[in-house]
C-alpha cells in the first residue's frame, strides 16, 4: 500500500502506546513510525518486534527509535500515551486518579513541544484534562483527547445487545468526560432510523463493566483506545471523512463531542439534549473545570499581556421555576457557570444574555469593593450576621442599601426596583453569593405568587411526594436520604417551597448545598467512595469547614461539632448527589404523605403512635428566617397564610416513625410505609 501520511511519532510504549504503534504498522498508509519512552528500553524493545512483523507482512512501513519527543516535531501527528508510576487504587472515577500523577509528565512534554504545528491525539487520562494541559502550555493549534470515542464504541455495543439488534443499526453518542460523569445522549439515540427507550443504567453498568473485565484479564485495556487513536489520526489528517467524538476546546469548556471531520476540518455536530442531558453536560464540565485549574496554577505560565488585551467578557444565566425568574450576570464565567451548576439540577439555568427581568450583577472588580466598603465604614451603619458572616449596611434616603462583609471581601449594592450588584476581589466568593442572592430573588417571587416555605425534605416518586418534617435533628436529611438510595427521586433535603393548586398542594424544591454529617454518610455506605475523591484533589462545596476536609482526608468518621453544638458537615453541590452519590434528583411534586420521624440510638424502627400534625412553626417566614434575613427587601411585605395549607397537609396520610441507627432496617420500615404513596 502506498504510504498516505509521513511519519506519525507514539510516545509511550505501554499497552496502548503498543496497540497503536501496532496498528500504524500493519496498515500500511504511513511512511514511518517514531516510538519515543522515557527510558528508551521499552521503545527499543517495541521497535524490534515491530521490525519482525514487518518482515513477515511485507509492510512498508519503517519503526524507528527516537531518542526524544524534540526528534518528533517533523512528524505529522503524535500520539500521547505517557503514563507516570502510580499505583491506581480508586474504585470509582479511575480515570482521574492520575491526576496528579500524571500532571507534570505532560505539563513537561508539552513545554518540549512547545508550538509543535502537527496533529496532537492525547491518550493518557485524565483525557479531557490532560489535553487541555497539553494545549495551553505548549501552544499547539491541534490537540484532541481520545475517549468519548471509544465510550460511544461501548455504548452503542451495550444498547444492540439490549435490543437485540446489529450494533451497525444503532445511532448514539457518549460525550462530556471520559470517566464517571459521561453523559449518554439517549434522547437522540436512534436504531434503525428510529427513537428507542435507552435503559440508561443498565447501559451505564455495562459501561463501568467493559473495561473492568478487560483489565481483570489483561491488566491494562488497549484495543478499543488503540482503535480511537487510529480514527482520530486519519480524520484529523484528512485520510477519511467520517464523525469522531474527541475531547476539544468547546465554547471555551474542554469535553468530548462529535466533530464532523471533511478533509481534516473539523465542525462541530453535537446532538440535541434534553433537559437533564443538559444538566449532565454542565455537571461534567463543571468537574472537568475544578480538576484542571489546581494544575493550571502550578503548570500553566501566566500570560499578562494576554489578559491586558483581551477585553471582559460578560456572561449570563438565567435561572427559573415555576413560573419566575432571574438572571445572574457577571465579568467572569465562574460566577454564572457556578450557577448552572447550583441551580440545573433542581430548578432550570441555562447560559442566555441579559433580558429586561430581575437582574444580579455579580463581578470581580476590587476597586469596587474598596469603593463600597469605605462609603459604609464611614457613615453610621448598622451590623447583621448574614450566611454566617457579619454584614454592615447602610441605607440611604432614597431606599439604596449599601453593604459590605469584610471577612469575605463583598460588598453590595441594591437599589428600590434596580437590579442587585455584587462585587468580590475573588471569583468564587462573588459565584457563591450570587448564587445565594439570585435563590432570595426568586423566593420572593414565589411567595408573592402564593408560596411557603416548609421545614421539610421531599422525595418522589411517579410525582407523589412524601415530606417529612420535624425539627434540627429529628432526621429529615437521614429520611430523605433512605429513601432516595432506595430509588425515589430527592427533591429537597431541607426545605421546599409548597402552594395550593385546586386541591393538590404543588412542591418545588429549595435548592441548596446538601450537608451530610460523617456518621451518616458512613452508615448510608458512603464514606469510602467520597474520602477517595476528595484525596484525589476533588472538591466539595467551599463553606465546608476546614475541620471537615481534615477528617475526610485523614479517615475520620467521628461526628464533628460546633462550640455551639451544630454538627459540622460535608457539603455536597446539589449535582454531586447524583454524580458522587448515585442519586436522582426530582424538580417538583405533588404531596401525598407526610413522617414525623424520630431517631433514637439503638432502637428498631417502628411506627409510633404519635397523631403529629404540621404547625405553623413548620414553615419559615420573613421573622423566622436565621441564616437570610431580608436586607435587601427582596421578600413581600405580606405573606401567604398558613391556615389553607395546614388544613389540606391534615388530610393527607401521615406517620410518626421512631428510626435506629440500622439504615438497612430503617430503610425497610420506611419502604413498607411510603408503599402506597408510590
Not at 101 to 118: E, F, K, M, S, T
Not at 124 to 130: F, G, H
Not at 146 to 168: F, M
Not at 300 to 325: G, N
Given at each position: 500500500?502506498?504510504a498516505?501520511?509521513?511519519a506519525?511519532?507514539?510516545?509511550?510504549?505501554?499497552?496502548?502506546g503498543q496497540?497503536?504503534?501496532?496498528?500504524?504498522?500493519?496498515a500500511?498508509?504511513?511512511?514511518?513510525?517514531?516510538?519515543?519512552?522515557?527510558?528508551?528500553?521499552?521503545?527499543?524493545?517495541?521497535?524490534?518486534?515491530?521490525?519482525?512483523?514487518?518482515?513477515?507482512?511485507?509492510?512498508?512501513?519503517?519503526?524507528?527509535?527516537?531518542?526524544?519527543?524534540?526528534?518528533?516535531?517533523?512528524?505529522?501527528?503524535?500520539?500521547?500515551?505517557l503514563?507516570?508510576?502510580?499505583?491506581?487504587?480508586?474504585?470509582?472515577?479511575v480515570?482521574?486518579?492520575?491526576?496528579?500523577?500524571?500532571?507534570?509528565?505532560?505539563?513537561?512534554?508539552?513545554?518540549?513541544?512547545?508550538?509543535?504545528?502537527?496533529?496532537?491525539?492525547?491518550?493518557?487520562?485524565?483525557v479531557?484534562?490532560?489535553?487541555?494541559l497539553?494545549?495551553?502550555?505548549?501552544g499547539?493549534?491541534?490537540?484532541?483527547?481520545?475517549?468519548?470515542?471509544?465510550?460511544?464504541?461501548?455504548?452503542?455495543i451495550?444498547?444492540?445487545?439490549l435490543?437485540e439488534?446489529?450494533?451497525?443499526?444503532?445511532?448514539?453518542?457518549?460525550?462530556?468526560?471520559?470517566?464517571?460523569q459521561?453523559?449518554?445522549?439517549?434522547s437522540?439515540?436512534?436504531?434503525?432510523?428510529l427513537?428507542?427507550?435507552?435503559?440508561?443504567?443498565?447501559?451505564?453498568?455495562?459501561?463501568?463493566?467493559?473495561p473492568?473485565?478487560?483489565?481483570?484479564?489483561?491488566?491494562?485495556?488497549r484495543?478499543?483506545?488503540?482503535?480511537?487513536?487510529?480514527?482520530?489520526?486519519?480524520?484529523?489528517?484528512?485520510?477519511?471523512?467520517?464523525?469522531?467524538?474527541l475531547?476539544?476546546?468547546h465554547?471555551?469548556?474542554?469535553?468530548g463531542?462529535?466533530?464532523?471531520?471533511?478533509?481534516?476540518?473539523?465542525s462541530?455536530?453535537?446532538p440535541?439534549?434534553?433537559?437533564?442531558?443538559?444538566?449532565?453536560?454542565?455537571?461534567?464540565d463543571?468537574k472537568?473545570?475544578?480538576?484542571?485549574?489546581?494544575?493550571?496554577?502550578?503548570?500553566?505560565?501566566?500570560?499578562?499581556?494576554w489578559?491586558?488585551?483581551?477585553?471582559?467578557?460578560?456572561t449570563?444565566?438565567?435561572?427559573?421555576?415555576?413560573?419566575?425568574?432571574?438572571?445572574?450576570?457577571?465579568n467572569?464565567?465562574?460566577?454564572?457557570?457556578?450557577?448552572?451548576?447550583?441551580?440545573?439540577?433542581?430548578?432550570?439555568?441555562?447560559?442566555?444574555?441579559?433580558?429586561?427581568?430581575?437582574?444580579?450583577?455579580?463581578?470581580?472588580?476590587?476597586?469596587?469593593?474598596?469603593?463600597?466598603?469605605?462609603?459604609?465604614?464611614?457613615?453610621?451603619?448598622?451590623?447583621?450576621?448574614?450566611?454566617?458572616?457579619?454584614?454592615?449596611?447602610?441605607r440611604?434616603d432614597?431606599g439604596?442599601?449599601?453593604?459590605?462583609?469584610?471577612?469575605?471581601?463583598l460588598?453590595?449594592?441594591?437599589?428600590?426596583?434596580?437590579?442587585?450588584?455584587?462585587?468580590?476581589?475573588?471569583?468564587?466568593p462573588?459565584a457563591?453569593?450570587?448564587?445565594?442572592?439570585?435563590?432570595?430573588v426568586?423566593?420572593?417571587?414565589?411567595?408573592?405568587?402564593?408560596?411557603?416555605?416548609?421545614?421539610?425534605?421531599?422525595?418522589?416518586?411517579?410525582?407523589?411526594a412524601?415530606?417529612?418534617l420535624?425539627?434540627?435533628?429529628?432526621?429529615?436529611?437521614?429520611?430523605?436520604?433512605?429513601?432516595?438510595?432506595?430509588?425515589?427521586l430527592l427533591?429537597?433535603?431541607?426545605?421546599?417551597?409548597?402552594?395550593?393548586?385546586?386541591?393538590?398542594?404543588?412542591?418545588?424544591?429549595?435548592?441548596?448545598?446538601?450537608?451530610?454529617?460523617?456518621?451518616?454518610?458512613?452508615?448510608?455506605?458512603?464514606?469510602?467512595?467520597?474520602?477517595?475523591?476528595?484525596?484525589?484533589?476533588?472538591?466539595?462545596?467551599?463553606?465546608?469547614?476546614?475541620?471537615?476536609?481534615?477528617?475526610?482526608?485523614?479517615?475520620?468518621r467521628?461526628?464533628?461539632?460546633?462550640?455551639?453544638?451544630?454538627e459540622?458537615?460535608?457539603?455536597?453541590f446539589?449535582?454531586?448527589?447524583?454524580?458522587?452519590?448515585?442519586?436522582?434528583l426530582?424538580?417538583?411534586?405533588h404531596?401525598?404523605?407526610?413522617?414525623?420521624?424520630?431517631?433514637?440510638?439503638?432502637?428498631?424502627?417502628?411506627?409510633?403512635?404519635?397523631?403529629?400534625?404540621?404547625?405553623?412553626t413548620?414553615f419559615f417566614?420573613?421573622?423566622?428566617?436565621?441564616?437570610?434575613?431580608?436586607?435587601?427587601?427582596?421578600?413581600?411585605?405580606?405573606?401567604?397564610?398558613?391556615?389553607?395549607?395546614?388544613?389540606?397537609?391534615?388530610?393527607?396520610?401521615?406517620?410518626?416513625?421512631?428510626?435506629?441507627?440500622?439504615?438497612?432496617a430503617?430503610?425497610?420500615?420506611?419502604?413498607?410505609?411510603?408503599?402506597?404513596?408510590?
Amino acid at each position: 500500500m502506498n504510504a498516505s501520511a509521513g511519519a506519525i511519532g507514539v510516545i509511550g510504549a505501554g499497552a496502548v502506546g503498543q496497540g497503536v504503534a501496532m496498528l500504524l504498522t500493519a496498515a500500511g498508509w504511513c511512511e514511518s513510525v517514531r516510538i519515543v519512552s522515557r527510558t528508551g528500553v521499552s521503545a527499543r524493545a517495541l521497535v524490534t518486534d515491530l521490525e519482525d512483523m514487518c518482515q513477515v507482512i511485507a509492510s512498508p512501513v519503517r519503526a524507528v527509535h527516537a531518542a526524544n519527543a524534540g526528534q518528533l516535531v517533523s512528524c505529522e501527528a503524535i500520539v500521547v500515551c505517557l503514563r507516570a508510576d502510580f499505583t491506581n487504587t480508586a474504585r470509582t472515577d479511575v480515570r482521574m486518579a492520575g491526576l496528579n500523577a500524571n500532571a507534570p509528565v505532560i505539563a513537561d512534554l508539552a513545554r518540549r513541544l512547545a508550538h509543535y504545528q502537527g496533529l496532537v491525539v492525547m491518550v493518557t487520562n485524565p483525557v479531557d484534562v490532560m489535553a487541555r494541559l497539553f494545549a495551553e502550555i505548549s501552544g499547539c493549534p491541534r490537540v484532541y483527547g481520545v475517549g468519548s470515542n471509544t465510550d460511544t464504541a461501548r455504548y452503542r455495543i451495550a444498547l444492540a445487545h439490549l435490543l437485540e439488534v446489529p450494533v451497525e443499526a444503532v445511532e448514539g453518542h457518549v460525550i462530556g468526560e471520559h470517566g464517571d460523569q459521561a453523559v449518554i445522549c439517549a434522547s437522540a439515540t436512534r436504531a434503525g432510523g428510529l427513537p428507542v427507550p435507552v435503559p440508561v443504567w443498565r447501559v451505564r453498568e455495562e459501561l463501568s463493566a467493559r473495561p473492568r473485565r478487560i483489565n481483570a484479564g489483561l491488566g491494562r485495556t488497549r484495543c478499543g483506545p488503540a482503535g480511537a487513536v487510529i480514527a482520530a489520526l486519519r480524520a484529523g489528517l484528512g485520510l477519511d471523512d467520517r464523525v469522531v467524538e474527541l475531547s476539544v476546546n468547546h465554547e471555551g469548556r474542554w469535553r468530548g463531542i462529535p466533530l464532523r471531520f471533511t478533509a481534516g476540518t473539523p465542525s462541530v455536530c453535537l446532538p440535541r439534549l434534553d433537559a437533564a442531558e443538559a444538566r449532565q453536560l454542565v455537571a461534567a464540565d463543571v468537574k472537568l473545570r475544578d480538576a484542571y485549574q489546581p494544575l493550571a496554577c502550578l503548570h500553566v505560565p501566566v500570560r499578562p499581556s494576554w489578559k491586558e488585551k483581551t477585553a471582559v467578557t460578560r456572561t449570563a444565566t438565567r435561572i427559573s421555576t415555576a413560573t419566575q425568574a432571574v438572571s445572574v450576570t457577571g465579568n467572569s464565567t465562574v460566577i454564572t457557570d457556578w450557577a448552572i451548576r447550583y441551580f440545573g439540577p433542581w430548578w432550570n439555568a441555562t447560559s442566555t444574555t441579559a433580558d429586561d427581568g430581575p437582574q444580579v450583577i455579580a463581578d470581580v472588580n476590587p476597586a469596587k469593593v474598596t469603593k463600597i466598603a469605605q462609603r459604609v465604614a464611614d457613615h453610621a451603619h448598622e451590623e447583621i450576621l448574614y450566611a454566617n458572616s457579619s454584614m454592615l449596611f447602610d441605607r440611604d434616603d432614597d431606599g439604596t442599601v449599601l453593604a459590605s462583609q469584610p471577612d469575605d471581601k463583598l460588598t453590595y449594592r441594591a437599589e428600590p426596583g434596580g437590579p442587585l450588584h455584587i462585587y468580590g476581589c475573588e471569583d468564587v466568593p462573588v459565584a457563591l453569593a450570587a448564587a445565594r442572592l439570585a435563590r432570595e430573588v426568586v423566593r420572593g417571587q414565589l411567595v408573592a405568587d402564593g408560596w411557603s416555605i416548609l421545614h421539610a425534605s421531599a422525595v418522589v416518586r411517579d410525582g407523589q411526594a412524601v415530606l417529612t418534617l420535624g425539627d434540627k435533628g429529628a432526621g429529615k436529611t437521614t429520611v430523605g436520604l433512605l429513601l432516595a438510595r432506595a430509588g425515589w427521586l430527592l427533591l429537597a433535603n431541607d426545605r421546599v417551597f409548597i402552594r395550593r393548586e385546586d386541591d393538590r398542594l404543588r412542591v418545588l424544591p429549595w435548592p441548596s448545598a446538601a450537608a451530610i454529617g460523617l456518621g451518616l454518610l458512613d452508615a448510608l455506605g458512603w464514606y469510602d467512595q467520597v474520602r477517595e475523591r476528595v484525596q484525589r484533589g476533588e472538591q466539595l462545596h467551599p463553606t465546608q469547614h476546614q475541620k471537615v476536609t481534615d477528617a475526610l482526608h485523614s479517615g475520620s468518621r467521628t461526628p464533628l461539632w460546633k462550640e455551639s453544638g451544630k454538627e459540622l458537615k460535608p457539603q455536597f453541590f446539589p449535582d454531586q448527589l447524583h454524580t458522587w452519590l448515585g442519586l436522582t434528583l426530582a424538580t417538583e411534586g405533588h404531596a401525598a404523605r407526610i413522617l414525623f420521624p424520630q431517631i433514637t440510638p439503638g432502637a428498631e424502627p417502628a411506627l409510633l403512635d404519635d397523631d403529629r400534625t404540621v404547625r405553623d412553626t413548620d414553615f419559615f417566614t420573613a421573622s423566622t428566617e436565621d441564616r437570610y434575613p431580608d436586607l435587601f427587601s427582596l421578600l413581600p411585605t405580606e405573606t401567604p397564610s398558613a391556615g389553607p395549607l395546614l388544613d389540606l397537609l391534615g388530610g393527607l396520610p401521615r406517620h410518626t416513625v421512631n428510626l435506629g441507627h440500622n439504615a438497612q432496617a430503617n430503610t425497610r420500615l420506611l419502604q413498607q410505609v411510603t408503599e402506597l404513596a408510590s
